[in-house]
């Protein structure tokens, strides 16, 4: 796989190429853990935190953050303006396999010579990943905003995102007005046809954002009384041996194939895309990992 410099580099061309403003930043990033020799033990952590044990900054690596909905608008304007057509709230229902391919639609039907499916964690139908992958529903929740002098005290002062090395998984970011957003739990998805059949002020979900509250709440003591704005989460898709699907479909080497990656989508989305972009044009070769277990 490309290395992470690779990535972000990539990341940031093509979204300036494409002028695309994302709110991009590349601080650095935190990653954090409870055990294990630390790679830099020169380096005086400003994190110090309780979360099963005393969390402290293990590393920094390159990474920064972005605003996915900018992306998303902002990729869209871009596909417009070169001739590409959105059609929103169009749910692809099937894909049939002949010449030309047909892609059944609410809205009707589509005509392709070739297909990329590189849709959601709900998109195991249509590219027939269901036995080789499974769905997750994942959690966030948004802190109010937090005075500088707080900020400070919890090591985050520099705006770095954090994750953790270890478990149990806690990953988050300073928001811009100085709120802060943390992210943690999965939760099984009833239907992978039917995501509003979850319900996360109930059942399973329900507990696991109490959870990640009492959690936050005990990190430090700057959090010990802090509220929280918003909860949300979305589906993610793991491949069985956790590794992410970036090939022909089994069925048709006219149907491109970008699923499971395990909720770095974002983060990977946009460099992949114009790979799979030069593939399907036949100006560059599939890498050799990310094969589809076949024949399905």
């Known amino acids: 796989m490309p290395g992470l410099g690779d990535v972000l580099t990539g990341y940031s061309g093509i979204l300036t190429q494409l002028g695309v403003d994302a709110a991009l930043t590349f601080p650095g990033v935190f990653e954090i853990g409870r055990s294990g020799r ?16 005393a969390l402290r900054v ?7 953050a972005i605003d996915p909905g900018k992306v998303i608008s902002g990729l869209g304007r871009a596909a417009c303006a070169r001739g590409a057509v959105v059609l929103e709230d169009t749910a692809a229902e099937s894909l049939e396999f002949g010449a ?12 392709a010579r070739r297909v990329f499916v590189a849709t959601n964690a709900q998109s195991a139908r249509l590219s027939d990943l269901a036995e080789h ?11 109010q905003a937090l005075a ?17 090395v270890d478990l149990p998984y806690l990953w988050g970011r300073t928001m ?3 709120a802060l957003m943390f992210g943690a739990g999965l939760v099984d998805i009833p239907s992978d046809r039917d995501l509003s059949a979850l319900d996360i002020s109930a059942g399973d979900a329900a507990g696991q954002f109490a959870s990640l509250e009492r959690r936050v709440r005990g990190l430090h003591p700057a959090l010990a009384k802090i509220e929280f704005s918003h909860r949300w989460g979305g589906p ?4 069985l041996d956790w590794e992410l699907f970036f090939d022909w479909h089994p069925r048709s080497r006219d149907v491109l194939v970008l699923n499971g990656l395990g ?15 030069e593939v399907i044009a036949g100006l560059r070769e599939l890498p050799d990992w990310g094969k589809i277990p076949g024949p399905l």
């Open 58 to 64: 293990v590393a920094e690596v390159p990474g920064g």
């Open 38 to 53: 630390r790679s830099r033990p020169s380096l005086a952590s400003p994190i110090e935190w309780q979360d099963a044990g």
């Open 236 to 239: 993610i898709r793991f491949g």
């Open 148 to 164: 500088t002098p707080d900020r400070q005290a919890l090591g985050l002062g520099s705006g770095k995102p954090f994750y953790t």
């Open 176 to 178: 811009p007005d100085g």
């Open 100 to 111: 030309p391919l047909l892609v059944r639609t609410a809205a009707g039907e589509l005509r």
């Open 263 to 277: 909720g770095h989508g974002v983060a990977q989305s946009v460099y992949l895309g114009c790979w799979a972009a």
């Open 133 to 143: 992958s499974s769905a997750k529903f994942t959690l966030a929740v948004l802190t």
